[in-house]
């Protein structure tokens, strides 16, 4: 049954009770404190009229018939609260316990069952009127907030597919380009003089860089919305960072950047992604790279630590003030640095670092103060734990 009186919009509270004059009498007094109404006279008709309903809030008689409830009638309401709170659709209605009986125990279950307050009959209707708006304001900052919070996920997840899909048909033509570059540099189009080929040398350094930050955006949304296979090898700590050298020389020679090695004696062959690691380098040896005004110097180094091994990347670049050694690793951050010139950049390079250091369940963190250079410490496990991993998006 429902009430007349009320209005129209007004909040909307279950009874249940099996004692209709108990029900009468709460009818009356929520009627002329302003709300509407519906009853319930057992367990599962209480939880029908929650899920068909929604009623804003629920008062619940602690001692009802349970049906097929399948727990004792003395505890009928507790379970009713239970299965209200566990359950998504229903799990923020405020419930309110009114039974007969003061007794400490029944306080207790009423608690555990996620009951939100506790009226012992007879009850007074002014608190029972206090008591009822303010679970209902309490449910609507809830409401809010979470309203709120569904918002902004659905509004990330539409800049993350757009992200996704812009970053994918950039793909394609910077790789035609850079095979354009390739094939002028290799003369296939004709002989270029000297000042030519230094010009397209240094676009195709940029255009390689855009292809990896391409590449970063699209390895970041694939490591965050799937399980990662890890594919593990043994590594040579001194190998490794020869490679990386090697492969950055010609850069370091454009950008009149010097490199040293210093591997410890102690440091262990572990296993690891090797792709996925070398692109952690390169993403840190870019950043050393690319954010310095001048002619930079990196320091790789490795060593043991305990059951790990730890890889440091040290320059002498800007530095990085602290208030921004956690926030550097989150999606989309970017310091900005004075006196260093402005560098494209999509602000995912230090977050994919993170993600695999976290996918091998080593850790990353960087020691830095503006205007001494960086330290980009990071260790991984000899041997990781799993082999297939998923890594949060919550974490950066």
């Not at 602000?347 to 205007?371: N, P, T």
Request: aromatic content about 6%; glycine content about 8%.
């Amino acid at each position: 049954m429902e009430s007349n009186g009320p209005r129209g919009d007004a909040e909307l509270i279950l009874v249940a009770d099996d004692v209709p004059a108990n029900v009468e009498l709460l009818f009356d007094q929520l009627h002329v404190l302003g709300f509407r109404a519906i009853a319930a006279h057992d367990g599962p008709s209480a939880l029908r009229a929650c899920f068909e309903s929604k009623p804003d809030l629920c008062i619940l008689d602690v001692s009802m018939p349970a049906g097929d409830l399948g727990c004792d009638d003395r505890s009928t309401g507790f379970e009713v609260c239970r299965r209200i709170k566990r359950d998504p659709r229903t799990k923020n209605i405020p419930v309110i316990f009114v039974t007969a009986l003061n007794d400490t125990t029944d306080r207790v279950k009423a608690i555990e069952a996620g009951g939100d307050d506790f009226l012992t009959k007879p009850h007074n209707r002014l608190v029972l009127g206090a008591r009822v708006r303010s679970l209902l304001k309490l449910k609507a900052a809830t409401d809010a907030l979470e309203e709120s919070l569904r918002k902004g996920r659905e509004l990330q997840k539409m800049r993350d597919d757009l992200m996704k899909m812009i970053v994918h048909d950039l793909k394609t033509p910077l790789t035609s380009v850079l095979a354009t570059m390739e094939m002028l540099l290799d003369g296939d189009f004709g002989p270029i003089g000297p000042e030519q080929k230094k010009a397209v040398g240094d676009a195709e350094g940029k255009a390689e860089d855009l292809l990896s930050l391409i590449n970063d955006v699209l390895e970041v949304s694939r490591i965050e919305e799937a399980e990662l296979t890890l594919d593990l090898q043994p590594i040579a700590p001194a190998a490794i960072l020869t490679e990386i050298e090697h492969e950055w020389e010609v850069r370091f020679q454009q950008e009149r950047a010097t490199c040293t090695i210093d591997v410890s004696d102690d440091a262990p062959v572990f296993e690891a992604d090797k792709e996925l690691l070398k692109r952690v380098f390169n993403n840190l040896v870019q950043n050393a790279v690319t954010h310095s005004a001048e002619a930079v110097n990196i320091d790789f180094k490795a060593r043991r630590d305990g059951d790990a091994v730890m890889f440091t990347i040290a320059d002498n670049g800007p530095g990085i003030p602290p208030q921004y050694h956690e926030v550097i690793f989150r999606k989309f951050e970017r310091v900005k640095t004075q006196g260093v010139p402005r560098t494209r950049s999509s602000g995912l390079g230090l977050a994919f670092c993170k993600m695999v250091v976290d996918a091998h369940g080593g850790r990353i963190w960087v020691q830095s103060a503006e205007g001494q250079g960086s330290s980009f410490h990071f260790t991984l496990p000899i041997k990781p734990a799993e082999r297939v991993v998923r890594v949060s998006g919550g974490v950066i």
